[in-house]
């Protein structure tokens, strides 16, 4: 398996958080030069929230202080260590287009942009490289990737990526999607299928590709970025 995206790896040093005393038009300026509409307000290595570029314009008033806005995001943070599905789903649920870090003692470290995670994830290994991907279903009780990951590598195949969701249809089943470094999937699921596991899904690199990218747009679309 590759090693995943954690969210320290992904802190965009070039923005900078704003003080609650800075202005609004500072606050615009910086906006202006970074091209982003949302910035990171930090007191004293406590993150506060964002001040967005629609606060500001609202408010019509450039000598406003930061700390006069009802900030956005309050609660958008994650910790270093998290995994970079993290980033995402807490920018999606609270429509902001970036996430605070903090380190184990609570502290800001920096900040995250969605736009940035779209872009590693899309050049990440697991997108690059050459594979083909499989759907599996199966029973909650019956899921081991470390068991189907020992039958896939009998292939001389590894798996590159991997996902898990509760099957919509019935509650005690999981799908299961594996992306691996094999264009020809026809051993491996003959093996699968030999040891039970039902294969619902198996798709060639390209269509595979233009759905994560159509995916990939979709997510910046609906995040405005």
Request: charged share 25%; proline share 3%.
């Amino acid at each position: 398996m590759l090693n995943v995206m954690i969210a320290e790896e992904l802190i965009n040093h070039m923005i900078p958080p704003l003080k609650p005393k800075d202005s609004a038009k500072k606050a615009r300026l910086w906006m202006e030069e970074l091209r982003c509409n949302q910035l990171p307000v930090v007191e004293d290595e406590k993150f506060l929230g964002l001040v967005s570029e629609d606060l500001i314009f609202e408010a019509n008033d450039a000598e406003k202080s930061v700390a006069d806005f009802d900030l956005i995001g309050k609660r958008c943070v994650v910790y270093g260590s998290s995994h970079f599905y993290d980033v995402i789903k807490i920018a999606s649920d609270n429509s902001v287009q970036m996430v605070g870090v903090l380190n184990n003692q609570e502290k800001y470290i920096g900040v995250i942009t969605v736009q940035d995670t779209i872009t590693s994830f899309a050049q990440s290994a697991a997108i690059q490289i050459p594979g083909g991907i499989l759907v599996l279903s199966m029973n909650q009780i019956d899921y081991s990737l470390a068991e189907i990951s020992r039958l896939i590598e009998e292939n001389n195949a590894k798996i590159l990526s991997s996902s898990i969701k509760e099957d919509e249809l019935d509650p005690s089943k999981l799908k299961l999607t594996l992306k691996v470094n094999r264009l020809d999937l026809t051993p491996i699921v003959a093996t699968l299928e030999r040891f039970g596991y039902k294969i619902i899904a198996r798709f060639q690199e390209t269509k595979v590709l233009d759905e994560e990218k159509g995916k990939i747009d979709m997510l910046l679309k609906y995040l405005d970025i």
